[in-house]
């Protein structure tokens, strides 16, 4: 085994995704959080993934997955087992997505079992999925250096006594501004995040959507990053995922994690997001190159730049 | 006359304001777009001010004003008239207010009559008010070099026309994320904002609360300011306004109309109403130095600054 280990390692839902948004549909597409976040971890470095799908899963989706150098062994397929499917609409300014069909199938009674050359990994990413498995999975990678979490309001409410103890042991986590919200009960973000950074994260990142991301680090904020601007959304789902494993991908690749790379990582993670949405699936993934994010990254840095005072 | 005027010239309401928020509440307190805007454009530069009130209003907001260096010459008093009175209150997250009383009284019959030295000004800022007023100032300031307006839905919705005069002949647009998208019909920011650009500004500033503020110049995206990130938020009545004038009061202070002054004004613009709704009225502005708020401005760019690409 190779002494240095830059893999991101990600557990969450592979899935088939039903999407309905203003600018077009899209029926048991390619999706799922652990989906979205290894392709983005996958610009930067190599990515092993964990999750379960069912007998109907395309094996096109896997030889997708494996081109773009992401070990798929921790991929379980369920013999006779159907996919977790989730069907979403978007209306609006798709802040916000409705929930049409959550099919949970084989991730009901899904136990990861990690291959044993993935427990060396250093760079954990626990995707949105139950925060019991995300512990499952955590007890299985002592070698971890740097561990981040997604979870989602269904979890907070419904399994927040794991949720809490998954966020005593992870480094970074990543919520969005509603889950942030609802998870301590603080109207008012700063405070939020305060709090969840006493729950046990060095690092809290709150996703806003449309209106960037913010850093939280020891009790205040370090970082504020804009959204990028884009005349069009076609389709937001994903967008979270993919901003994590970007972030991911990105310090894995570097292996650096000192406050000034956490803050280009965060921009990174901004700058998948915002590719990602710009069309259904992983459409936009699969015809993005390490050029365009690169691009786009100064594109970020030019739009919020200003002097210092003199 | 001095050939550099760096005076302000702001037109806009001076009320008395009843405030009730989640920390407190006031009662016929100092408020008004003009004063707000006045009273953070004073900060960098002199400023003259055109409003009207009535018999009611207390001489120590007039002496208040002119402590400030604000030239009050333009606010006319109506013999046996009434304030301008506004009653609000917030509450939740404190983006929107609720407002419960609006006495317009003297501003009904308010026909704005300049100062004949008010005329030469260069720098102009239309606040919040009838734009069929907005307009008569407009006709009263030939020398005027950069002139900004702001706004509110009840004219959008009301004096629509008048408005979009209004816009043909500004360089500048202060507007909210709400009222960006009731003016155009357009849901997506950077759509709606790439339209009031068509209508005649050079620069679009849309401000979005607590998400900060963005900057359209010529059908893109040019500036993106983070919001100050503050714990409490006291009282959120004339932040819109604070910002209008810190922005105004910059640029006018330093004559220099390029992008990047521009930008670092917007970013002045954000100190000042991070600061105004930090208490309530102008309690906040009273206290104020231009070492506090030069020392956030520097705070502002340490949480923004990432490294550029190797």
Chains 1, 2 share one sequence.
Not at 17 to 44: I, K, M, Q
Request: aromatic content about 10%; proline content about 4%.
């Amino acid at each position: 085994m190779s002494s240095i280990d830059n893999s991101v390692l990600i557990i969450g839902s592979v899935a088939l995704d039903t999407v309905e948004t203003p600018l077009g549909r899209v029926e048991r597409a390619l999706g799922g959080a652990a989906v979205y976040s290894s392709v983005a971890a996958s610009f930067f470095s190599p990515v092993r993934v964990v999750g379960v799908v069912g007998e109907d899963f395309p094996e096109e989706h896997i030889a997708f997955l494996m081109s773009r150098g992401i070990d798929t062994r921790g991929i379980q397929k369920v013999p006779g087992g159907k996919t977790f499917h989730w069907a979403g609409s978007y209306a609006g300014d798709m802040n916000q997505a409705n929930t049409l069909l959550t099919e949970l199938n084989v991730f009901q009674s899904f136990n990861p079992d990690l291959p044993v050359d993935y427990k060396s990994s250093k760079y954990v990413f626990l995707a949105n999925i139950d925060p019991e498995l995300q512990l499952k999975v955590l007890d299985q990678v002592p070698q971890a250096e740097l561990v981040a979490c997604d979870t989602m309001n269904f979890w907070i409410s419904g399994k927040r006594d794991a949720l809490l103890e998954v966020l005593k042991r992870v480094n970074i986590v990543f919520i969005n501004d509603a889950e942030a919200r609802q998870l301590t009960g603080e109207v008012n973000l700063t405070k939020a995040a305060t709090l969840i950074h006493e729950y046990g994260p060095k690092y809290v990142v709150v996703k806003k959507g449309e209106h960037g991301a913010v850093m939280y680090c020891d009790d205040t904020i370090c970082f504020a990053a804009a959204s990028y601007p884009l005349e069009e959304v076609t389709d937001p789902t994903g967008a979270g995922d993919s901003f994590a494993g970007g972030f991911m991908g990105y310090v894995a690749s570097t292996g650096d994690l000192s406050p000034d790379n956490i803050r280009r990582a965060v921009v990174y993670g901004s700058t998948l997001a915002s590719y990602n949405v710009q069309d259904f699936s992983l459409a936009m993934f699969k015809r993005l190159t390490i050029d365009d994010i690169n691009q786009r990254y100064n594109e970020f840095r030019r739009i919020v730049h200003f002097d210092p005072l003199g």
